[in-house]
């Protein structure tokens, strides 16, 4: 393989009221939960977001009680993100990093299924995922992610492969260290947006989620990633898009 591929794995699905995640909407919203697989030519891998925890096959309150409260799931074993790998032809024994967004359930459930990989994510989100406070309203939940892996806490901006191709770009707000990944596909450049922007329309209005650890800054985050798209060209592929997801589905071998 000589270019970068990115494939998008479908790693279920949460449903909820609009309003608990984008503040003044109406209705109910079905947020597809994605995984991103990266092959870089010289063969390395990595997986952006890791999708939900196993026990989600018995329902969100089988391992998050509080957020039982606010989302439903779609999930089955075959959306472990372990499964999605082998569904691709890649062993998820065999992946070289795992990149964190962040570190919301919805995003680092599934790290135990791909134990020998490197964590790379930002070193602001590891220290804010392991505030107790934080811990006891389920924001965080280090059974996660704290699993042994070698863990690369980085700031800034990171260039995974050293080659320019896919780089860490921080877009704190919706959480203290959220990371964007730019990922330098021959047909142009994308940027996994993650949760600093859940859908297309919420960066057109720059929407806020009634949470979130400091609304400001993810405003900020939200112009430079408008910037990225609208200055220098990228696609911007967002957190939990479902039309634009309905789109990514039509390519499950991957984006070149
Ligand atoms: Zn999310």
């Known amino acids: 393989m000589d270019s970068l591929l990115l494939v998008p794995l479908e790693c279920g699905w949460l449903s909820t009221s609009a309003s608990s995640v ?18 870089h030519p010289s063969g390395r891998t990595l997986v952006f977001d890791t999708g939900l925890h196993e026990e989600v096959v018995n329902g969100v309150g089988a391992r998050y009680p509080l957020m039982a409260r606010q ?34 359930f919805d995003h680092c459930g599934g790290t135990s299924l791909i134990p020998n990989a490197q964590i790379i994510v930002q070193k602001a989100e590891w220290d804010s995922a392991h505030h107790p406070k934080l811990i006891e309203h389920e924001v965080y939940n280090p059974a996660d992610f704290e699993l042994g892996h070698d863990v690369a ?41 993650g949760d600093c922007v859940y859908w297309e329309q919420v960066l057109e209005g720059m929407l806020l989620p009634p949470f979130g ?33 309905a789109e990514l589905r039509q390519t499950p071998a991957g984006i070149s």
């Open 213 to 245: 650890f400091d609304h400001e800054m993810q405003l900020q985050s939200m112009r430079q990633l408008r910037d990225l798209r609208d200055v220098e060209g990228c696609k911007l592929l967002y957190g939990h898009d479902a039309n634009q997801w």
């Open 22 to 39: 984008v503040a003044g909407l109406d209705g109910k919203v079905d947020l597809p939960i994605p995984s991103w697989l990266v092959i």
């Open 71 to 104: 989302f439903e799931s779609r999930f089955s074993s075959e959306d472990q993100v372990s499964e999605r790998l082998q569904g691709v032809q890649i062993d998820p024994l065999e992946v070289d990093h795992i990149v964190f967004s962040h570190l919301h």
């Open 153 to 193: 806490k980085v700031q800034g901006k990171h260039d995974i492969f050293g080659d320019g191709s896919v780089v860490c770009i921080p877009t704190p707000g919706h959480t203290a260290g959220h990371q964007s990944l730019k990922v330098n596909l021959a047909s142009g450049p994308v940027v996994l947006t």
